[in-house]
Protein backbone atom coordinates (compact mmCIF):
# COMPACT_ATOMS: atom_id res chain seq x y z
CA UNK A 1 0.00 0.00 0.00
CA UNK A 2 1.17 3.17 -0.83
CA UNK A 3 0.19 7.02 0.31
CA UNK A 4 0.08 10.23 -1.11
CA UNK A 5 0.06 13.20 1.07
CA UNK A 6 0.23 16.73 -0.96
CA UNK A 7 0.25 20.49 0.24
CA UNK A 8 0.55 23.42 -0.99
CA UNK A 9 -2.64 24.37 -2.81
CA UNK A 10 -4.61 27.79 -2.32
CA UNK A 11 -5.46 30.79 -4.11
CA UNK A 12 -3.33 33.00 -5.64
CA UNK A 13 -3.74 36.28 -8.08
CA UNK A 14 -2.78 35.72 -11.58
CA UNK A 15 0.97 36.27 -11.54
CA UNK A 16 1.24 34.75 -7.96
CA UNK A 17 3.19 31.47 -7.60
CA UNK A 18 2.24 28.21 -5.28
CA UNK A 19 4.56 25.27 -4.78
CA UNK A 20 2.65 22.09 -4.30
CA UNK A 21 4.30 18.84 -2.26
CA UNK A 22 2.97 15.35 -2.44
CA UNK A 23 5.35 12.81 0.56
CA UNK A 24 4.65 9.07 -0.61
CA UNK A 25 5.17 6.40 2.16
CA UNK A 26 4.30 2.99 2.19
CA UNK A 27 5.18 0.08 0.02
CA UNK A 28 7.88 1.79 -2.47
CA UNK A 29 9.49 0.88 -5.08
CA UNK A 30 13.41 2.70 -6.38
CA UNK A 31 12.31 2.68 -9.67
CA UNK A 32 8.73 4.90 -10.14
CA UNK A 33 7.59 7.76 -12.66
CA UNK A 34 5.57 10.59 -10.12
CA UNK A 35 4.39 13.91 -10.59
CA UNK A 36 0.66 15.86 -10.90
CA UNK A 37 -2.31 15.73 -13.03
CA UNK A 38 -5.05 18.80 -12.68
CA UNK A 39 -8.64 18.79 -13.15
CA UNK A 40 -10.63 21.74 -14.01
CA UNK A 41 -14.44 21.77 -13.61
CA UNK A 42 -16.13 19.97 -16.48
CA UNK A 43 -12.87 18.68 -18.14
CA UNK A 44 -10.80 15.78 -18.43
CA UNK A 45 -7.84 14.97 -16.25
CA UNK A 46 -4.72 15.83 -17.23
CA UNK A 47 -1.15 15.18 -16.84
CA UNK A 48 0.40 18.22 -15.81
CA UNK A 49 4.40 16.87 -14.85
CA UNK A 50 5.76 13.98 -14.27
CA UNK A 51 9.52 13.04 -13.05
CA UNK A 52 11.27 9.91 -12.97
CA UNK A 53 13.53 8.18 -10.50
CA UNK A 54 16.32 9.21 -12.87
CA UNK A 55 15.64 13.17 -13.07
CA UNK A 56 13.50 12.77 -16.39
CA UNK A 57 10.93 15.15 -16.45
CA UNK A 58 8.37 16.06 -19.03
CA UNK A 59 5.45 18.84 -18.65
CA UNK A 60 2.32 19.35 -20.41
CA UNK A 61 2.78 22.31 -22.90
CA UNK A 62 0.39 24.82 -21.71
CA UNK A 63 3.10 24.89 -18.35
CA UNK A 64 6.04 24.60 -20.07
CA UNK A 65 8.41 27.54 -18.62
CA UNK A 66 5.95 28.66 -15.49
CA UNK A 67 6.39 25.19 -13.87
CA UNK A 68 8.92 23.46 -12.41
CA UNK A 69 9.10 19.70 -11.28
CA UNK A 70 12.04 18.54 -8.58
CA UNK A 71 12.12 15.49 -6.66
CA UNK A 72 13.98 14.76 -3.12
CA UNK A 73 14.12 11.04 -3.06
CA UNK A 74 15.40 10.74 0.14
CA UNK A 75 12.53 12.20 1.54
CA UNK A 76 10.50 10.29 -1.25
CA UNK A 77 8.45 13.96 -1.88
CA UNK A 78 8.55 15.62 -5.42
CA UNK A 79 7.72 19.33 -5.64
CA UNK A 80 5.55 21.21 -8.14
CA UNK A 81 6.87 24.91 -8.55
CA UNK A 82 4.59 27.13 -10.32
CA UNK A 83 4.99 30.59 -11.32
CA UNK A 84 3.79 33.38 -13.24
CA UNK A 85 0.00 31.40 -12.69
CA UNK A 86 -3.15 32.16 -14.73
CA UNK A 87 -6.89 31.65 -14.00
CA UNK A 88 -7.21 28.72 -16.62
CA UNK A 89 -4.23 27.11 -14.15
CA UNK A 90 -6.92 26.82 -11.90
CA UNK A 91 -8.11 23.06 -11.04
CA UNK A 92 -7.66 20.43 -8.23
CA UNK A 93 -3.77 19.15 -8.55
CA UNK A 94 -3.50 15.25 -7.98
CA UNK A 95 -0.48 14.21 -6.99
CA UNK A 96 0.39 10.60 -8.81
CA UNK A 97 3.00 7.68 -8.91
CA UNK A 98 3.39 5.04 -11.31
CA UNK A 99 4.86 1.64 -10.20
CA UNK A 100 6.78 -0.88 -11.98
CA UNK A 101 6.44 -4.81 -12.52
CA UNK A 102 2.46 -4.18 -12.71
CA UNK A 103 1.85 -2.62 -9.62
CA UNK A 104 -0.33 0.48 -11.04
CA UNK A 105 -0.87 3.64 -9.89
CA UNK A 106 -1.31 5.55 -6.64
CA UNK A 107 -3.04 8.43 -6.04
CA UNK A 108 -3.29 11.44 -3.67
CA UNK A 109 -6.21 13.22 -1.91
CA UNK A 110 -6.13 16.54 -4.69
CA UNK A 111 -5.46 19.89 -3.05
CA UNK A 112 -7.53 23.01 -4.48
CA UNK A 113 -5.58 25.58 -6.60
CA UNK A 114 -7.30 28.99 -7.44
CA UNK A 115 -6.00 31.75 -9.51
CA UNK A 116 -7.99 34.10 -9.50
CA UNK A 117 -8.15 38.35 -8.41
Known amino acids: QVQLVESGGGLVQPGGSLRLSCRASGQLFSIYSMGWYRQAPGKQRELVALITNTGSTNYVDAVKGRFTISGDNAKDTVYLQMNTLKPEDTAVYYC???????????WGQGTQVTVSS
Open 96 to 106: WRHHPYGHGDS
